[in-house]
């Protein structure tokens, strides 16, 4: 092991905190069975902090260790990224069936969090592609199966903790390309953004909604849809990296407006398709290094939450509400998500449902943190739920009250985890492992 020393360490929104070892084991036989793992720590709350203990970055656990080209079966290490998949396997024709929206997501943590992407509404969430996920619980080692029963639905989005997600086997999906094919329309008010959802079938969709816009205006953005392709590649841009924490007034209400304004306009009124690198299209933000420090020292919170397909009202009500209060940042998306494969959830724990589902980014502060409340509470009114891999806020009981299979969850994660050695800030918070 190295690096023993204690540090503090965040989450990718930067608002909360924790003190505490963080161990890097080199190879499957130096984990601790008994300190939960974390990947690159893209959760943006504290599913992935441990204050006062010990938590192992498996990031170093990265192989291959088996990849069939026929089938498109692959196994590999929790700690590889989903970025690095998709750079090695795109130009041999296969891809990760589900990628969300960032590539330094860890296999281990897409599990983890059964993470979702631009294409719910037709093949469901990243679990549901997931073949064999083997686990370290105490001092054995486990593999399971969709047929192993509840120890499989709880491991599915069970925020790690019924054992140490070291190993995973992927069902890949066949790619003709390693380019996308982007068509890009504006969504000129609510309404018209919800039907251009509704009535996309290209393979991958999503929107862009400016938080900002009110009155006629509101819920105007942009819809995406895109396919993969073979094409040229543009010529390639370099990374940026954000040095330093942006002072208070760098996402500003007024500068937050003006952005979104010209962002909307990019797009012509007739729209455009364009060739994009795949990079670009899953994971746009990524090549700007630490863009979280765009929020200053403080960090931010996202609310996500996703809603049933009979409640999009409710959403319109909630983005009345962020449009009002002029706290929004850019960072706004909208997706219409699907039913899961089969019709069902990969895990007693997964946000994936079918509905539409709203993502916004808000500074941290003391009016983001009551207007989230609020729209957490719209919610829970509605028969929603909120993205644990989002959350810094929210309470146990409206967690519960979410989640029905909570209880079924907390009796696998007893079995599996009797002493609560895993137990990260995020299950103490929320009070979930009793």
């Known amino acids: 092991m190295t690096d023993r020393n204690s540090t503090e360490y965040a989450g990718w929104g930067r608002a909360l905190r924790a003190n505490g070892v963080l161990a890097r084991p080199n190879t499957q036989s130096e984990i601790n069975a008994n300190a939960p793992a974390i990947g690159n720590r893209r959760?943006?709350?504290?599913a992935a902090l441990i204050t006062g203990g010990t938590a192992q970055d498996l990031t170093q656990?990265?192989?291959i260790i088996a990849f069939d080209r026929t089938t498109g079966l692959l196994t590999v290490e929790a700690g590889i990224s989903l970025g690095e998949l998709a750079r090695v396997l795109a130009p041999q024709g296969w891809l990760p069936a589900v990628l969300p929206g960032t590539g330094f997501a860890t296999?281990?943590?897409?599990?983890?969090?059964?993470?979702?992407?631009?294409?719910?509404?037709?093949?469901?969430?990243?679990?549901?592609?997931?073949?064999?996920?083997?686990?370290?619980?105490?001092?054995k080692t486990k593999t399971i199966t969709?047929?192993?029963?509840?120890?499989?639905?709880?491991?599915?989005?069970?925020?790690?903790q019924t054992g140490i997600i070291v190993q995973a086997t992927l069902q890949l999906s066949q790619a003709r390309g390693d380019m996308m094919l982007v068509s890009e329309q504006r969504a000129t008010d609510w309404d018209h953004h919800i039907a251009l959802l509704d009535g996309s079938d290209a393979p991958y969709t999503v929107g862009w909604i400016d938080a900002m816009a009110t009155g006629t205006s509101l819920g105007r953005g942009i819809v995406e849809e895109?396919?993969?392709?073979?094409?040229?590649?543009?010529?390639?841009?370099?990374?940026?990296?954000?040095?330093?924490?942006?002072?208070?007034?760098?996402?500003?209400?007024?500068?937050?407006?003006a952005f979104n304004a010209l962002y909307y306009r990019r797009v012509p009124k007739s729209g455009r398709t364009v060739v994009r690198?795949?990079?670009?299209?899953?994971?746009p933000l990524d090549k700007i290094h630490d863009w979280n420090k765009l929020y200053g020292r403080r960090g931010f919170h996202q609310f996500q939450c996703v809603v049933p397909l009979n409640q999009s009202s409710v959403l319109r009500e909630m983005m009345e509400k962020v449009a009002s209060s002029g706290l929004a940042s850019p960072l706004a998306v909208l997706k219409r998500m699907g039913a899961g494969l089969n019709g069902e959830s990969a895990g007693y724990m997964s946000f994936p449902m079918e509905g539409y589902t709203l993502a916004i980014d808000f500074p941290n502060r003391p009016a983001a943190r009551d207007l989230i409340a609020k729209l957490e509470s719209l919610a829970l009114k509605a028969?929603?739920?909120?993205?644990?891999?989002?959350?810094?806020?929210?309470?146990?009981?409206?967690?519960?009250?979410?989640?029905?299979?909570?209880p079924k969850w907390a009796a696998a994660t007893a079995k599996a985890d009797p002493?609560?050695?895993?137990?990260?800030?995020?299950?103490?918070r929320l009070d979930l492992r009793t």
């Open 277 to 283: 690198p795949i990079n670009d299209f899953f994971f």
């Open 226 to 257: 895109g396919e993969i392709c073979r094409g040229l590649k543009p010529t390639a841009r370099g990374s940026k990296k954000i040095p330093f924490d942006a002072p208070h007034l760098a996402l500003s209400s007024p500068i937050v407006r």
């Open 43 to 46: 959760s943006y709350g504290d």
């Open 107 to 139: 296999v281990g943590g897409a599990i983890g969090m059964d993470v979702h992407g631009k294409n719910h509404h037709h093949v469901g969430s990243f679990c549901q592609h997931v073949t064999s996920i083997t686990l370290i619980q105490g001092e």
């Open 383 to 406: 028969n929603g739920r909120i993205y644990l891999a989002k959350d810094a806020l929210s309470t146990g009981t409206a967690i519960k009250s979410m989640y029905t299979d909570h």
């Open 61 to 63: 656990l990265d192989r």
């Open 419 to 428: 002493h609560k050695h895993l137990q990260t800030d995020m299950t103490r």
């Open 146 to 160: 969709p047929k192993s029963g509840s120890i499989w639905k709880a491991t599915c989005g069970g925020l790690g």
